[in-house]
């Protein structure tokens, strides 16, 4: 699917609607000394096992895209899950 590089859309900050740039969002790299993430680690260790079971195979076919908007006077970014698409081209 294809969609603008930029819209005009709502920004809460001006409070008004402005032109914003779309990006699409990317998840950063997971913090390996996180709380959680030594926890899970720990659960795993030994002869327990897995703590939950792990999917062999996923159910969906495509994934929820979510969309970064930028407003363009005030730099405030915004999010917004998207369509389920199997590509999108900005």
């Given at each position: ?17 402005t ?9 950063g ?35 929820k ?18 369509r ?7």
């Amino acid at each position: 699917m294809k969609m603008d590089k930029e819209m005009r859309k709502f920004c809460p900050k001006c409070k008004t609607h402005t032109m914003q740039s779309v990006a699409i969002y990317k998840k950063g790299k997971d913090r390996t000394v996180a709380e959680g993430a030594r926890r899970h680690a720990e659960d795993k260790h030994g002869y327990g096992g897995q703590k939950f079971p792990e999917l062999k195979r996923t159910a969906k076919t495509t994934k929820k895209i979510t969309l970064r908007y930028t407003c363009k006077t005030c730099q405030r970014k915004t999010m917004k899950e998207g369509r389920r698409i199997r590509k999108l081209e900005l």
